[in-house]
C-alpha cells in the first residue's frame, strides 16, 4: 500500500506525475513524466498475475490512482478484452497485470500507484 508521505514524492504542485512509471516485473517504461493527474477513487483490482494463470476472481480494493485523459498518452500498455465495460491495463511486454484499468463510457484511464514503479 501506498503512503500519503510516498505520494507526496511522487506528485509535483499539480497533482501530476513527477517520475516516469514503469512495470514492476520488467524494464517496459508505460508513462513519461508529467502526463497523469493523481485521483482518489475506489476500485476493486483483480489481483497481479501473468497472462493464462488461474482466474481473476480475487480483487483488491486500491484508491490512489493516476488518471490518463487519452489511451494514446501511454508509452506502452496491454489491453484485456472488455469486462462490464472496463479493460484491464496490464504491462505490454510481460503482460503482467491488471495494473489499472480503462473505462469505456468516460475513455479515461485509470494506473494503479501501488502496481508500479516510480523512476
Given amino acids: 500500500m501506498t503512503t500519503n508521505e510516498d505520494i507526496s514524492t511522487l506528485k509535483d ?10 512495470c514492476t516485473f520488467c ?3 508505460m508513462l513519461n513524466a508529467g502526463v497523469a493527474r493523481l485521483v482518489n477513487i475506489e476500485f476493486n483490482l483483480p489481483y497481479i498475475q501473468r497472462k493464462g494463470e ?10 490512489d490512482y493516476w ?4 489511451m494514446y498518452t ?3 500498455i496491454g489491453v484485456s478484452h472488455t469486462v462490464d465495460n472496463v479493460k484491464y491495463l496490464a504491462c505490454a511486454d510481460c503482460e503482467r497485470g491488471p495494473v ?3 473505462d469505456l463510457s468516460t475513455r479515461k484511464s485509470y494506473i494503479a500507484l501501488s502496481r508500479v514503479k516510480h523512476e
Avoid at 504542485?13 to 514503469?22: A, F, P, S, T, W
Avoid at 488518471?67 to 487519452?70: K, R
Fill in 13 to 22: 504542485q499539480d497533482e501530476r506525475n513527477k517520475l516516469k512509471v514503469y
Fill in 67 to 70: 488518471l490518463v485523459e487519452d
Fill in 54 to 63: 488461474g482466474e481473476a476472481d480475487q480483487q483488491e480494493l486500491i484508491t
Fill in 100 to 102: 489499472g484499468w480503462h
Fill in 27 to 29: 524494464p517496459s517504461k
Fill in 74 to 76: 501511454f508509452e506502452n
